[in-house]
């Protein structure tokens, strides 16, 4: 329980909270931190406050039994001054990203509302419709790559709860960021960008309800299997199909050790794109699901693929996968030592144990929100990975970092 104290009896080594305190009248980059020396502690008196909160549970030393007479000199102002600044800037710097941010969610919810259209129009048999979604795949692929580390963070906020398009676009995405890292070329790309968006089509032939289906019968699972070969007949209607993209299609749930369908293949026979393509599409249904309560984080997702399911794919891709999107992948939610709550940002593939996060806060308001470097502006590191439906409402709308959140795709999965 937080307890109020003068600010002349606090020493090193307290957890003071300044919760109370406009995020923009004190110098410090949290609102809740221990006191590592003398000078935090003017700066602190220098806020002109004369109690501040402080928590005896978390705090490693005691006040000071009586106020003390430490002066606030022109120095410490300055330190004051030169923090503000640097907090500010850091602000800044999460209001020019959630600009880019903003475009790529315009993006990319565009793309659904086209793709919905193209969907309609393959399944028709429309060749204009087709065309569309090569062209969109293609300018689709070139908008997110752009972005790396901020695409991955809108992939992990990006589903509704009829939305394949959703699942395919992320699919697509995922998969054009394994083939760019493996040096894939524009035409390669092209074709890993179309087959990524129309992998699942073949859903769409089903009776409806049967893909969602928690527990299929065994006649039932046979015929959703058939899935892969009812997308390629689809696409076989359409002129101009690359071969790959069809065995994209067709192969996409074939798995190397040879228990995937439709015709258990093994590794020497699935084409690499299919390969990406199924980790990807693995990837997006194990954090988007329909019970928030089964989703798991980015992080569990990509522990579990190489190590529950990591026979099931290529080897080497699977490694660089897991390598692209780092140790917590950008949207993880996160516990620190600290006792904070926080969502991945970014990550930089060569520092990958310090990526930018998000904390919650509520004395900083969520638009003018800090990014801060783990290791580098905060001396914390990840204890635990949470799922989206284990914050409150508070916390979860504070760490969104859409304006409109929609987590959940239907499971479609094996």
Known sequence: MLKEISV?????????SLRNVPWFRHPFLRSSFEIKN????????????????????????EPLKADSRIKVDAATAKSAVSHSRMKFEKASELRARRVKFQRMEENFEKAVVESRVFMSGVMSGEVARCEEAKKT??????????ETEMCVSFINASATDDGQEFHSLNVMTLSLMLGADLGYDAESMADLAFGGLMHDIGLLKLPKGLQIKPNRSPAETKMFQEHPRLGVSVLSRMPDISRDVMKIVYQHHEECTGRGYPKGATKAGIIPPARIVAIADTYDRLINTRDPSKAVSPHKA?????????????????????????????GTVCRFTSGDIGVIMSVDPKDLLHPEV?????????????????????????????????????????????????????????
């Open 8 to 16: 002349r009896r606090l020493t090193p080594g307290m957890y003071v």
């Open 358 to 414: 998000i904390l919650f806060d509520p004395a900083i308001p969520k638009h003018e929100a800090i990014i801060y470097r783990l290791g580098i502006d905060l001396d914390i590191v990840v204890e635990s990975t949470l799922r989206p439906d284990e914050l409150d409402a508070e916390a979860f709308n504070y760490l969104n970092s859409r304006t409109k959140i929609q987590y959940y795709p239907s499971p479609c999965g094996h």
């Open 302 to 330: 990509l522990a579990l693929m190489f190590g529950k399911y990591k026979d099931r794919f290529d080897p080497d891709m699977l490694t660089r996968f897991i390598k692209i999107l780092g140790v917590y992948p950008p």
């Open 38 to 61: 003398r000078e935090e502690v003017r700066e602190i008196i220098a806020i002109g406050r004369e109690t501040v909160l402080y928590d005896p549970e978390k705090s490693k030393a």
């Open 137 to 146: 795949a293609l300018q689709m692929s070139k908008v997110f790559l752009e």
